[in-house]
């Protein structure tokens, strides 16, 4: 705690200089305490300058996903409040899920280094290896009914690919519903799940789960998504600040959070713009079966037009949808 708050107050100096006898008082314990603390912090990556007369002044953070870091400026946003930081955790999903059930509230967002049992859609694993990747989940309790939900995912991936673009410079495209892709690889992929009332349809939580491949380097991943996974930083050829692309991407989803319902065709134009099925062959997946056609466009409710190769066309509102010539489908 200490710790915590000596960084905040570095933060705070803007790279001013503190002294250790400002320190001492304003957190009232001895100059020797300050002086420890200080360099357990440098022990963990802080950079602080020291200067005799002058005090200790913040040169860098390290690139960990620490709430004194991450919470920055953020503190009385959406996201701001109830920010819970994991180095490592089964699965942010289920985290949040624990605590929704416990009675946490709107705006709840856990964070982790890395998860053991990390999951992706249709009860896939979603590989979540330490200090290269970003996992965070968030809680809402939107009180509306599922139907009204439809636009929730495709929203969250528009703020997620703005974060990235903000953050790294790159344009991720969305690949129908929700995979961010960049030079038609996987980089980050979100997974929405819900609470129901049992008889009423209503709402009762739902939990958003976001996995971003950040810094990850050829070799990392598993020898079965290779070929059609990649990270921000393979794409790009440099690495990048995970806890800057954090913050970058709650304040995109927070934007998009507090303008919602009311902001819709915006993200829709943003959506369409980005999504890079529409106009392609692909393949649909719906339960176990198979059928191929192409992605004609995107209606007023996120739903895919599709027109299958024996003439039908109808709207797609889940499922899961290949593209031809990517992640192996050819
Ligand atoms: C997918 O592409 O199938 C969705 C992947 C979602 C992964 C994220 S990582 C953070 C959160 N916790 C999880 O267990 N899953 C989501």
């Not at 006898?21 to 420890?36: C, D, I, N, Y």
């Not at 603390?37 to 950079?47: E, F």
């Not at 290269?132 to 439809?150: A, M």
Request: glycine share 10%.
């Amino acid at each position: 705690m200490g710790q915590e708050k000596i960084i905040k107050m570095l933060m705070n100096a803007k790279g001013e200089y503190l002294s250790g006898e400002a320190m001492s008082q304003e957190l009232g314990v001895t100059r020797t305490a300050v002086w420890k603390s200080i360099s357990q912090l440098r022990d963990h990556g802080y950079v602080i300058d020291s200067v005799k007369n002058k005090g200790y002044s913040l040169v860098s953070t390290p690139d960990s996903l620490e709430k004194v870091i991450l919470s920055q400026g953020f503190e009385s946003s959406f996201f701001g409040t109830d920010l819970h930081c994991f180095s490592t955790i089964d699965s942010t999903n289920s985290e949040v899920k624990r605590r929704a059930m416990a009675g946490a509230e709107s705006g709840l967002v856990v964070v982790a280094e890395e998860q053991t049992a990390g999951r992706g859609r249709r009860g896939r694993s979603f590989h979540s290896p330490k200090d290269t990747g970003l996992y965070l989940s968030f809680l809402l309790r939107p009180h509306c009914t599922v139907e009204e939900l439809c636009d929730l995912t495709p929203r969250m991936a528009v703020a997620v690919a703005e974060g990235i673009s903000a953050c790294c410079g790159a344009e991720a495209g969305i690949k129908w519903t929700n995979d961010l892709i960049l030079n038609g690889k996987k980089i980050s992929g979100i997974l929405t799940e819900l609470s129901l009332e049992s008889d009423s349809n209503f709402v009762e939580y739902v939990v958003v789960g976001i996995g971003i491949n950040v810094n990850h380097q050829k070799g990392d991943f598993p020898a079965e998504l290779e070929d059609f996974t990649s990270s921000i930083a393979m794409e790009t050829g440099q690495t990048w600040r995970r806890a800057e692309l954090c913050r970058h991407i709650l304040l995109a989803l927070s934007q998009w959070i507090e303008g919602y319902p009311g902001n819709k065709s915006d993200c829709l134009e943003k959506y369409r713009k980005a999504c890079i099925t529409l106009g392609k062959e692909v393949q649909v997946l719906t339960g176990d079966q198979r059928r191929r056609g192409t992605a004609l466009e995107i209606d007023d409710d996120f739903r895919l037009l599709m027109r299958y190769d024996d003439g039908e066309e109808a709207f797609l509102s889940a499922g899961e949808v290949s593209i031809r010539g990517m992640y192996g489908y050819v």
